[in-house]
Structures are given as structure tokens and as C-alpha cells.
């Protein structure tokens, strides 16, 4: 479903000094850095280098990484990934399904499903706040009420649970087939999923659905969560009373959710 396939090309060396060039230039002010990829953690040592570069820069500034979490199993590299990110740090890390096989299906690789677990509890372990993030799609939303009492049981320390509507671009377009479902159909199971989570204390987030196509009882759940860069409102919602409180659409998606409304 990655919204931004690899390429055969080996650019992390130049990436690398890219970034430590728009780093160098970064206002002092700036609130939150986010660090995504492809997988940041395919960097090694040099995450850590550009951590310390960051904290020498701008030791007060919040840092967000996007990650897939697997090379977290690794105990001593968490470690130092921790330690040079400081304080004001959060890593968001995908949970695919409570159910090995489909995580792993859907990660694409053998022993995803362990490598995140393990991973997960590592970043615990070094006090790095969690965000889990839950991407519904065709091959995991019948189980999204499954997933959310795994979560409580299994991985409560989580600081919260962000249930994600997919961006319809990149590898969604391409697997289509085997992994869309639209919001309209697995809205009541997500909704199933959330309230288990919230009924147990658990913070918890809807991100990239417009409210129109969530249940009433959802809204509270739901952010403003699309870059400013990338959203955009159909022209449905032109004359909506909820449009100010509503995410919007991706404008980098071929196609628009099914069921829109304008809300009166």
C-alpha cells in the first residue's frame, strides 16, 4: 500500500547529506521535525549521526519518525537510536493485523509480524512515546475490533492508536485489487475497534476519513490529519457545516472516496 514504492536506486548516501543540508538551514523556532522515508532505519548509524545533528541544532525542537519498527529488535541499536533522539521524541509504527500471517502479507515480508512486536516493546523499554498506527485496508478491517483488544492486551504502553484511511496513490493503486475497501464498508468495524479502545482508557484516533462517511459517534475521534500541501475538498463539500472540522480528501489520490456528503 506504500504511497511511495522504492526505487532501484541507491540514493540513501545522497538523501543523507540532503538532509543534513535542509537541517543545517532549519529556523531554530522550528516546533516538530518528521522524519519519514521509505524506512528512515535503512540510514543504520547514520540515524543516529543525524539525530545528534538535530539535538546539536535544535535541542528543543519534537521529533517525529515514521517507521516500520522491525530493525527495533535490535536492543542495543534502539538504545542508541533513543539516546541521541532525546527528549521530545515519538515513533509511529504500523500494526498491520493482531494476526501474524496477514501482517505479514501485507508487510510483504516473513517475520514482520515478530520483528514489530519486538521492536515495539524495545522502544517501550527506552521510554520513546509510541504512536500505532493501524492502516484499514480490504485484508484487515473485518478484524480491526480483534486488533484493538490485541493492542490493550498485548501493547498498552502505546501513548496512542491512530486508525488511518489509505492515501489512493503508489502501490494502493497498483494492488488495488486485493487491498481497497472504501470507508462506507468498514466503517462499522472501525467503529467497533475504537470504542474498544476508548472504553478501555486507551488514547485513540481516526486520521484520513472524512467525517461524512464515519459514524456520528466517531467525529470526536477524528483529526485534521493531511498535510496542508496534500488536502483537498470535493466539491460536494463546498457548502458543508462540518468542512472546517473535517480532514478532506487526499488531492494525491486518483480517486475519491465513495458516499460523500454534505453535512447541513
Not at 43 to 64: D, M
Not at 180 to 200: C, F, N
Not at 203 to 213: D, E, K, R, T
Amino acid at each position: 500500500m506504500c504511497c511511495q514504492p522504492p526505487s532501484s536506486v541507491d540514493d540513501i548516501e545522497a538523501l543523507y547529506q540532503k538532509n543534513l543540508r535542509l537541517l543545517r538551514s532549519a529556523p531554530k523556532g522550528l516546533k516538530v521535525l518528521g522524519i519519514t522515508g521509505g524506512e528512515p532505519t535503512l540510514l543504520g548509524e547514520r540515524l543516529v549521526n543525524l539525530f545528534l545533528e538535530i539535538r546539536k541544532r535544535l535541542p528543543n525542537t519534537a521529533i517525529q519518525l515514521l517507521s516500520n519498527g522491525r530493525k527495533f529488535k535490535d536492543a542495543d541499536y534502539t538504545r542508541r537510536v533513543a539516546q541521541s533522539a532525546g527528549e521530545e521524541f515519538f515513533v509511529g509504527v504500523p500494526l498491520h493485523s493482531d494476526y501474524l500471517k496477514d501482517h505479514d502479507a501485507i508487510a510483504g515480508s516473513r517475520h514482520a509480524f515478530e520483528e514489530t512486536i519486538y521492536g515495539l516493546y524495545n522502544l517501550a523499554s527506552e521510554g520513546v512515546e509510541i504512536e500505532l498506527r493501524v492502516v484499514v485496508n480490504a485484508m484487515n478491517y473485518k478484524r480491526l475490533p480483534q486488533m484493538a483488544e490485541f493492542v490493550f492486551k498485548n501493547l498498552p504502553f502505546v501513548s496512542w492508536v491512530a486508525f488511518m484511511g489509505m492515501e489512493r496513490i503508489g502501490y494502493s493503486v497498483k494492488n488495488q485489487s486485493s487491498i481497497w475497501v472504501e470507508p462506507i464498508e468498514y466503517a462499522s468495524y472501525l467503529k467497533e475497534a475504537v470504542m474498544i479502545l476508548d472504553g478501555w482508557g486507551l488514547p485513540v484516533a481516526i486520521y484520513n476519513i472524512p467525517l461524512c462517511l464515519l459514524p456520528k459517534d466517531c467525529w470526536l475521534f477524528a483529526k485534521r490529519s493531511i498535510s496542508d500541501w496534500k488536502v483537498k475538498y470535493a466539491a460536494i463539500c463546498k457548502d458543508c457545516s462540518v468542512r472546517e472540522k473535517c480532514c478532506g480528501l487526499f488531492s494525491t489520490s486518483v480517486k475519491e472516496y465513495h458516499g460523500l456528503q454534505c453535512q447541513r
